[in-house]
């Protein structure tokens, strides 16, 4: 019978499939040639001593005992091409998750998308890194795939409660992914290859009679009687659908702006918003490895800290090993920083948003917005760090511990945020609360990081696209809006999600609700 197994081996056993089958034989006293198999069902680091460990949970098969590779399948997509249409509005997570559970219930998505396909975003995001040009419909947060298509790929979540984890890795394993994202304790594909597993899923959508529109914008909902009737694009089209996924993204300012003009309820929501912080990867790696070199048989180094700081959390938000920073400005005129890595994560530096936690109090200067004062809070600090780097996509920067001490920084070197940088007293960019809470944050977590906080970590700022500003209100068993019948306000947009798996889940959910409705 089939053995399960938890183990902790050195990082060189766990990275050599002779050695690890050594080592087990060893460990539960047979031979080597006893062994068939040994599938490895998850792997994490265990860094905490000196000595780190590969913890693994494995599975052990003998000879002579049943065991076939297990081989990662797409649902029996059907046809949809003459079946119930429902609109989804949006081409990230949410939104392509939704349209795959929909055609997999037998109904025909419309994906609305205002940016472009994978291919065409890349045009754009030189665009704004070489000659500082940002396209409002087409960026690293708008176009197929959505924000996380080219920030990165994290896959890891916390949020087990919301649903089927495992049945969103599997989806991405059968449209490309690798299954080591099955495996690890924090899978991420890389900004590399998700574009490839994004496009797969968009054919997979127009193969079973699903349509995908990319560059059309969504200006108006059509709503009778407090139910929708559909959609109208920047082109003047009607697209009608008495059902409509709203998964637009964080970013989506016009459509907060739309449903407030149309006294469709929204709310002010929290967020947290901060810096990114840059750090040679080498550094990270001694900090974390506790070693001078990291070595083959580990990956670079993460990190993840928290502290609470004159009561708010300070914490590390998208820590990007081996990874770059990236301008994610959604319009001219302001300026915001993310960060991602590819699939290798073999860039020289590390970096990480480390933000403080806001709140609805803090947003009274702008309470004449209604529920998009946090937008606007939002809005003002990116256009404030646009205007003092220089009115164009270079941003702030300042040495780190320099900014614990109110000093501009008076040289800044080269950081892997391609547009520039300038070299700003971060006190300026930022109010004056949540200024002092970084300053002290910082030195905090230099004391649980020893080295963490050095003059060779650069902060960039602003990172301020943690979470959507605003929450899209629906009922908690129908999942449609609490106001308008057949909108299902969806994802990160609407403050349902954080991040590509909680997404794809939220799509999944919502277009699982209705199709109970219509069976109703």
């Not at 087990?160 to 049945?167: A, E, H, P, S, T």
């Not at 991420?188 to 349509?211: A, F, M, S």
């Not at 910082?442 to 963490?452: D, R």
């Amino acid at each position: 019978m089939p053995k399960e197994l938890l183990i902790q081996v050195a990082p060189e056993v766990a990275a050599n499939d002779f050695l690890l089958k050594d080592h087990v034989a060893k460990m539960i006293r047979v031979s080597t040639n006893e062994l068939q198999h040994i599938s490895i069902f998850k792997r994490s680091i265990d860094a905490r001593q000196k000595a780190i460990k590969i913890n693994l949970k494995l599975m052990i098969f003998f000879q002579g005992e049943s065991f076939t590779e297990q081989k990662i399948e797409l649902p029996n997509y059907p046809n949809v091409s003459n079946q119930k249409e429902v609109i989804v509005i949006g081409a990230g997570p949410a939104g392509l998750f939704a349209a795959l559970q929909l055609i997999e219930l037998g109904l025909k998505p419309i994906v609305i998308e205002r940016g472009k396909d994978v291919r065409g975003r890349r045009r754009d995001l030189k665009a704004i890194n070489v000659d500082h040009i940002v396209n409002e419909d087409s960026n690293y947060c708008f176009g197929e795939g959505g924000a996380g298509t080219y920030s990165d790929g994290k896959l890891y979540t916390r949020s087990k409660k919301r649903g089927d984890v495992d049945r969103i890795l599997q989806l991405l394993v059968g449209f490309g992914a690798s299954p080591d994202i099955l495996v690890e304790a924090h899978p991420h594909i890389g900004t590399n290859k998700l574009p490839k597993i994004i496009q797969d899923i968009r054919e997979k959508i127009i193969e079973c009679g699903g349509q995908v529109l990319f560059e059309t914008r969504v200006t108006d909902f059509i709503v009778k009687n407090n139910e929708m009737q559909g959609i109208v694009t920047q082109k003047g089209e009607t697209i009608s659908a008495n059902k409509v996924i709203l998964a637009t993204g964080h970013s989506a300012r016009d459509i907060f702006e739309l449903l407030d003009r149309k006294k469709i309820l929204i709310e002010a929501k929290p967020f947290a918003l901060g810096v990114r912080a840059e750090h040679p990867q080498e550094l990270i790696d001694s900090i974390q490895y506790s070693c001078d070199f990291r070595g083959e048989y580990l990956p670079p180094a993460p990190y993840s800290i928290v502290k609470q700081v004159n009561g708010r959390g300070m914490y590390s938000f998208c820590m990007c090993p081996g990874g770059v920073i990236a301008p994610c400005a959604t319009s001219p005129g302001e300026v915001v920083t993310n960060g991602w890595s590819p699939s290798k994560r073999d860039q020289a530096t590390a970096n990480s948003g480390i933000v403080v936690e806001l709140k609805l109090e803090d947003f009274k200067p702008f309470a004449k917005f209604g529920p998009l004062a946090g937008m606007e809070f939002q809005k003002a600090i990116e256009q404030k760090a646009w205007h003092l780097a220089g009115e164009t996509q270079k941003v702030p920067t300042q040495r780190m511990i320099d900014f614990t001490q109110h000093k501009i920084s008076s040289s800044i070197p080269k950081t892997s945020y391609v547009p520039g940088t300038t070299s700003v007293e971060m006190g300026q960019v930022f109010p004056g609360f949540l200024t002092q809470i970084m300053r002290e944050g910082f030195l905090q977590f230099g004391k649980s990081m020893k080295g963490y906080l050095t003059n060779e970590a650069i902060l960039h700022a602003p990172e301020s696209r943690t979470s959507s500003p605003v929450r899209i209100p629906r009922d908690a068993q129908t999942l449609e809006h609490l106001q308008i019948k057949g909108l299902y306000p969806c994802g990160e947009g609407a403050g349902f999600a954080g991040g590509i798996v909680s997404a794809a889940i939220d799509g999944e959910k919502c277009a699982l609700k209705i199709k109970e409705s219509l069976n109703y």
